[in-house]
Nanobody
Framework: QVQLVESGGGLVQAGDSLRLSCVAS????????MGWFRQAPGRGREFVAV????????SYADSVKGRFTISRDNAKNTVYLQMNSLKPEDTAVYSC????????????????WGQGTQVTVSP
């Protein structure tokens, strides 16, 4: 089993930045990919970014490219999501997830999920 705990959400204004963190514990050796997803009120879960064990194995949703950066510290079993130039439409609950598969961008390919952290961006 793997446990994931997110932190770093909050209320910010448009144009501000936030950094989310997700710490994994438990059987982390089985994790090949870690991703960030978000869900806004009344909408389905949306892929945001994913990173594999290799630093070059990163992918972003088009809506966040150039503004968000995902990074991973394998020694600390932690994945980060640096969010810059935030927009009101980025408001959502952000969840990190872990997968035993490579390059997983669909949420149904993830085995473990954190509880989520709220990000609210005011105009």
């Amino acid at each position: 089993q793997v446990q994931l705990v997110e932190s770093g959400g909050g209320l910010v204004q448009a144009g501000d930045s936030l950094r989310l963190s997700c710490v994994a514990s438990g059987r982390t050796i089985s994790i090949l990919t870690m991703g960030w997803f978000r869900q806004a009120p009344g909408r389905g879960r949306e892929f945001v970014a994913v990173t594999g064990r290799a630093t070059g194995d990163i992918s972003y949703a088009d809506s966040v490219k150039g503004r968000f950066t995902i990074s991973r510290d394998n020694a600390k079993n932690t994945v980060y999501l640096q969010m810059n130039s935030l927009k009101p439409e980025d408001t959502a609950v952000y969840s990190c997830a872990a997968s035993t598969l490579l390059r997983a961008t669909n949420d149904d390919l993830y085995d473990w999920w954190g509880q989520g952290t709220q990000v609210t961006v005011s105009p």
